[in-house]
């Protein structure tokens, strides 16, 4: 039963936060824009609009469809008992769930592909082979800053790799942590599809991404599309904050806004580097994500450097 309370505790605050993060990475934009913008909520009232419309389907599509929005949203919400948030501790960790994290968020990936394809429109057939070949590369980067927080947390538990009952200080391990911090940010960017790799606000589908990908979807079936997005950007914030913030005051309290502080910053820079960047050319994006291997390859060397 404590298991239990646990989760749907765990659930409740990854389901209220967000959102809320989105909507300050717009309304940070909006800002930079000279506008006022939406409020920080708008999201949670698309959301409720959206769940409250129907969807409508192609006869063209099979089952696959249907299910991809269900199964990314189901995806992230498991995902998500993984991540420690601030003062709690993640409801799901063992030796190992690193592998079931990659293993899940590949699933996802994998039907929301199929789900693309499924349509037979070759504008969402063109996202969805876009989507596999720069996930191949964020991977490569993902797995290697993995490896390399393994190796300072002596575990492959990532609520161990990540939190702060290790040796793990940027006193102590500054350049490897710095090195991460700089990779996992462009995975961050890579795998929620910001600027620089792709533009959640763009309508033009001949430069998109993961949005052409789901140009089919509507009502309750984009909502699902909508929160999966949400949450797996909470996700990837809550892996880096502590990578960034790697120690705790003991005052639970003040640990808590320490971490919803570090959180609401880094939406804040992502919202800036959004509204100081360009999204780069498609043919440019591999050479970024391999700047991002790069970084996590050398922050290995340099873990493994200093023994």
Same mark, same amino acid.
């Given at each position: 039963m404590i298991m239990?309370?646990?989760?749907?505790?765990?659930?409740?605050?990854?389901?209220?936060?967000?959102p809320f993060f989105i909507g300050v990475i717009a309304k940070v934009k909006a800002f930079f824009s000279g506008k006022v913008g939406p409020s920080v909520f708008q999201p949670f009232f698309d959301l409720i609009k959206l769940f409250n419309k129907g969807a409508v389907y192609s006869k063209t599509t099979t089952w696959i469809f249907r299910a991809a929005p269900m199964v990314l949203l189901a995806s992230v919400l498991i995902l998500s008992l993984e991540i420690p948030l601030g003062v709690f501790k993640a409801?799901?960790?063992?030796?190992?769930? $690193?592998? *079931? /994290?990659?293993?899940?968020?590949? %699933?996802?990936?994998?039907?929301?592909?199929?789900?693309?394809? @499924?349509?037979?429109f070759s504008m969402e057939g063109m996202?969805?082979?876009?989507?596999?070949?720069?996930?191949?590369?964020s991977e490569l980067a993902l797995f290697m800053n993995f490896i390399t927080l393994a190796l300072l947390a002596h575990s492959l538990s990532l609520s161990h790799m990540i939190g702060a009952d290790i040796p793990m200080s940027w006193s102590h391990v500054g350049p490897a942590l710095l090195l991460i911090v700089a990779s996992f940010f462009i995975v961050l960017l890579t795998e929620n599809y910001r600027i620089p790799i792709d533009d959640p606000d763009t309508h033009l589908e001949l430069t998109m991404i993961h949005e052409v990908?789901?140009?089919?979807?509507?009502?309750?079936?984009?909502a699902y599309v909508s929160y999966?997005?949400? $949450?797996? *950007? /909470?996700?990837?914030?809550?892996? %880096?904050?502590?990578?960034?913030?790697?120690?705790?005051?003991? @005052?639970?309290?003040?640990?808590?806004?320490?971490?919803?502080?570090?959180?609401?910053?880094?939406?804040?820079?992502?919202?800036?580097?959004?509204?100081?960047?360009?999204?780069?050319?498609?043919?440019?994006?591999?050479?970024?994500?391999?700047?991002?291997f790069a970084l996590a390859f050398f922050g290995f060397i340099v873990t493994m450097w200093r023994g």
């Open positions: 239990i309370l646990s989760i749907l505790c765990h659930w409740l605050i990854v389901l209220l936060l967000a409801p799901v960790q063992f030796s190992g769930d $690193i592998f *079931f /994290l990659a293993y899940l968020l590949a %699933l996802a990936r994998f039907f929301m592909i199929a789900a693309a394809l @499924d349509t037979g996202g969805a082979s876009r989507e596999a070949f720069f996930s191949c590369l990908m789901v140009l089919d979807h509507s009502g309750v079936d984009l999966a997005s949400a $949450i797996k *950007f /909470l996700i990837f914030s809550g892996i %880096l904050v502590p990578i960034i913030i790697p120690f705790r005051t003991g @005052d639970l309290v003040m640990d808590m806004l320490i971490f919803l502080g570090g959180m609401l910053g880094l939406a804040v820079c992502v919202g800036i580097v959004e509204s100081s960047m360009a999204r780069l050319r498609l043919n440019r994006v591999r050479n970024f994500l391999l700047i991002a």
